[in-house]
């Protein structure tokens, strides 16, 4: 079924827990302080240090490293036993210009989308990840929204509209492709990021 966020205020998501010990821990978010602030630029350094969220939300996972615009590695720590449990997080809905696929040369504005991703999440950073329908890809990794702990800045969000990344509708995985596309369509008409001189 999909999930139209601008119908509800309201959604119940499971917590990514793989390796903890309450994997099917349940939590509400409102949706209404989770819209992240938009620094509409092309420069990745500058757009990630003017990006501010409406607030902090809590932290489920901790940066390891941002492998490129769309994954990151992080670790999950499961609050019972102390352990934690490092991942490999997909960013869902997105796609990002490829810089480290074997076989694919660098693509156009791919090492941009690679450090706006690593200036907004730095090593160390506290996140909060949020699964849809499906918990992993093909490849194994986990799929996840991700809001930075600090100041519920959306990441996936934040990449879409200030133009390092696509929107990627993945079925059954769609609850904020509007918000995406959106977000996707108005920096290709402002001609932000890799729609400003890369070619589609």
Same mark, same amino acid.
């Given at each position: 079924?999909?999930?139209?966020?601008? $119908?509800?205020?309201?959604?119940?998501?499971?917590?990514?827990?793989? &390796?903890?010990?309450?994997?099917?821990?349940?939590?509400?978010?409102?949706?209404? #302080? #989770?819209? =992240?602030?938009? $620094?509409?630029?092309?420069?990745?350094?500058?757009?990630?240090?003017?990006?501010? !969220?409406?607030?902090?939300?809590?932290?489920?996972?901790?940066?390891?490293?941002?492998?490129? +615009?769309?994954?990151? *590695?992080?670790?999950?720590?499961?609050? $019972?036993?102390?352990?934690?449990?490092?991942?490999?997080?997909?960013?869902? &809905?997105?796609? #990002?210009?490829?810089? *480290?696929?074997? +076989?694919?040369?660098?693509?156009?504005?791919?090492?941009?989308?690679?450090?706006?991703?690593?200036?907004?999440?730095? =090593?160390?950073?506290?996140?909060?990840?949020?699964?849809?329908?499906?918990?992993?890809?093909?490849? !194994?990794?986990?799929?996840?929204?991700?809001?930075?702990?600090?100041? &519920?800045?959306?990441?996936?969000?934040?990449?879409?509209?200030?133009?390092?990344?696509?929107?990627?509708?993945?079925?059954?995985?769609?609850? *904020?492709?509007?918000?995406?596309?959106?977000?996707? !369509?108005?920096?290709?008409?402002? +001609?932000? &990021?890799?729609?400003?001189?890369?070619?589609?």
């Amino acid at each position: 079924m999909r999930v139209r966020p601008k $119908a509800v205020a309201w959604l119940s998501v499971v917590v990514l827990a793989s &390796g903890c010990s309450n994997p099917s821990m349940r939590v509400i978010v409102d949706r209404a #302080t #989770t819209a =992240p602030a938009i $620094a509409v630029s092309s420069d990745a350094s500058k757009a990630a240090a003017a990006l501010t !969220g409406p607030g902090p939300v809590e932290a489920n996972a901790t940066i390891v490293r941002a492998v490129d +615009g769309d994954t990151v *590695h992080v670790l999950l720590s499961d609050a $019972a036993s102390g352990a934690d449990a490092r991942e490999t997080v997909r960013l869902i &809905g997105i796609d #990002t210009p490829e810089t *480290h696929r074997p +076989g694919t040369p660098i693509q156009c504005f791919g090492p941009e989308a690679s450090r706006f991703t690593a200036a907004l999440l730095a =090593p160390g950073t506290p996140i909060r990840l949020e699964r849809d329908v499906e918990a992993r890809d093909r490849y !194994g990794r986990l799929l996840a929204y991700i809001f930075r702990a600090s100041d &519920g800045v959306f990441v996936n969000l934040a990449l879409a509209r200030n133009g390092f990344a696509h929107a990627y509708t993945f079925p059954p995985n769609v609850a *904020h492709t509007d918000e995406f596309v959106e977000a996707a !369509g108005l920096a290709r008409d402002e +001609g932000l &990021g890799l729609w400003s001189g890369c070619t589609p």
